[in-house]
């Protein structure tokens, strides 16, 4: 066998040029570094095959609506509902039957790096996606729940074309142009949810870090928004500023 220098080995590795004839052959290469390589190459495969586990099960909700003679499928979510300050974000997505991007989950359970980069990959891919913001006066108002509401109608209305089936994540809705399901836990079954989830996840979190540089005090790039113990403190020396929910405890109490 013609050895291949550990350099150029490690190229092809990097590279994703390395395959199952090749990997065979190195088997009895009897350098170290090569069965370093080949460890990091079945380690490497092994979580692209969990990946594509992941997403044939959370394609499971779009193959039966498409088996079911569903065309255009949608997937709803939001993010915002608990925090303190700032506004319920809702988005509503609609992907390429053929889409496909391993790793694709609940945006909660991405880091920031892998939300900012898929954010911008579902948007650049997607047939249609709209992205609705509703305000902490409006959610003081209406309360939390029929806010997500109405940002969540409003989603739906910005997509052109518009769907023939739509999943959504918890949240029953009614009145939709179409037939429905809602999920419980979507954004962790449903790859279109998901897709939706990362959409209004990032979307809030970039809002937040604007509203951060009028009220830098209370650190909302940092909390989001949510109630942290930093967070209260602030809210307790300073009191609440207009981003604030004052339904919201233990905003009310402060500003009472």
Do not use: W
């Amino acid at each position: 066998m013609n050895k291949k220098s550990i350099a150029t080995l490690k190229y092809l590795f990097e590279a994703g040029k390395l395959n199952e004839e090749l990997i065979a052959e190195l088997k009895m290469d009897e350098r170290k570094g090569v069965h370093q390589l080949i460890n990091s190459y079945e380690k490497k495969k092994e979580k692209v095959e969990e990946l594509e586990s992941k997403y044939k099960y959370m394609s499971s909700y779009e193959r039966h609506a498409y088996a079911s003679g569903y065309k255009c499928i949608a997937g709803i979510d939001e993010a915002g509902r608990g925090p303190l300050a700032g506004p319920v974000v809702a988005a509503a997505v609609i992907l390429p039957a053929d889409f496909k991007l391993l790793g694709l989950n609940d945006s909660k359970q991405l880091n920031e790096k892998t939300r900012n980069a898929f954010f911008s990959i579902i948007k650049e891919q997607a047939v249609s996606y709209g992205i609705s913001l509703v305000n902490s006066q409006k959610i003081d108002q209406v309360n939390i729940y029929e806010a997500t509401k109405i940002a969540m109608y409003d989603a739906v209305k910005q997509l052109d074309p518009q769907p023939d089936y739509i999943l959504v994540d918890a949240v029953p809705l009614g009145n939709l142009p179409c037939n429905s399901e809602a999920i419980t836990k979507g954004d962790a079954k449903s790859i279109t949810i998901a897709a939706a989830s990362i959409l209004a996840k990032v979307t809030r979190d970039n809002y937040m870090k604007k509203i951060h540089n009028e009220y830098p005090v209370y650190d909302f790039k940092s909390n989001m928004g949510y109630g942290t113990a930093n967070h209260i403190n602030k809210l307790d020396e300073h009191g609440a500023s207009p981003y604030h929910r004052r339904s919201f405890s233990p905003v009310r109490n402060i500003v009472q």
